[in-house]
C-alpha cells in the first residue's frame, strides 16, 4: 500500500464534500480516502488516500472516469498537488 496526500482546488467546497463520486471512483480500486478542507474558508481541499500501488493509482487518474468525476466535483485539475509518502528506511 502507498499513502498519498493529495492538495486542490474545487469550485464549490459543500458540492466537493456531498459527492459520492470519490467512494464510486477510489472504492472499487480498493482505495480509501480521507478528506480535507481548509479552514480559511477557501476552495482549497485535501485528501489522504490509500491506495493499493502508484500504477493502480496513475492508471485511474488517467480514465475518462476519473475526468468524469473530476469535472463533477468541480475539481480543478492544474491544481492538484501529490504527495507520495516515502518507504521507510531500514
Keep these: ?49 490509500e491506495v493499493p500501488d502508484m500504477d493502480t493509482f496513475q492508471r485511474m487518474m488517467e480514465s475518462e472516469a476519473a475526468a468524469d468525476a473530476m469535472k463533477f466535483d468541480g475539481v480543478r485539475p492544474d491544481t492538484i498537488l501529490v504527495l507520495v509518502e516515502p518507504e521507510p528506511s531500514v
Design 1 to 49: 500500500m502507498a499513502t498519498l496526500l493529495i492538495f486542490h482546488e474545487v469550485d464549490d467546497v459543500d458540492h466537493w464534500l456531498s459527492s459520492p463520486r470519490r467512494q464510486e471512483l477510489f472504492g472499487p480500486m480498493g482505495m480509501t480516502v480521507r478528506t480535507f478542507v481548509d479552514p480559511g474558508k477557501t476552495n482549497r481541499v485535501g485528501l489522504i488516500v
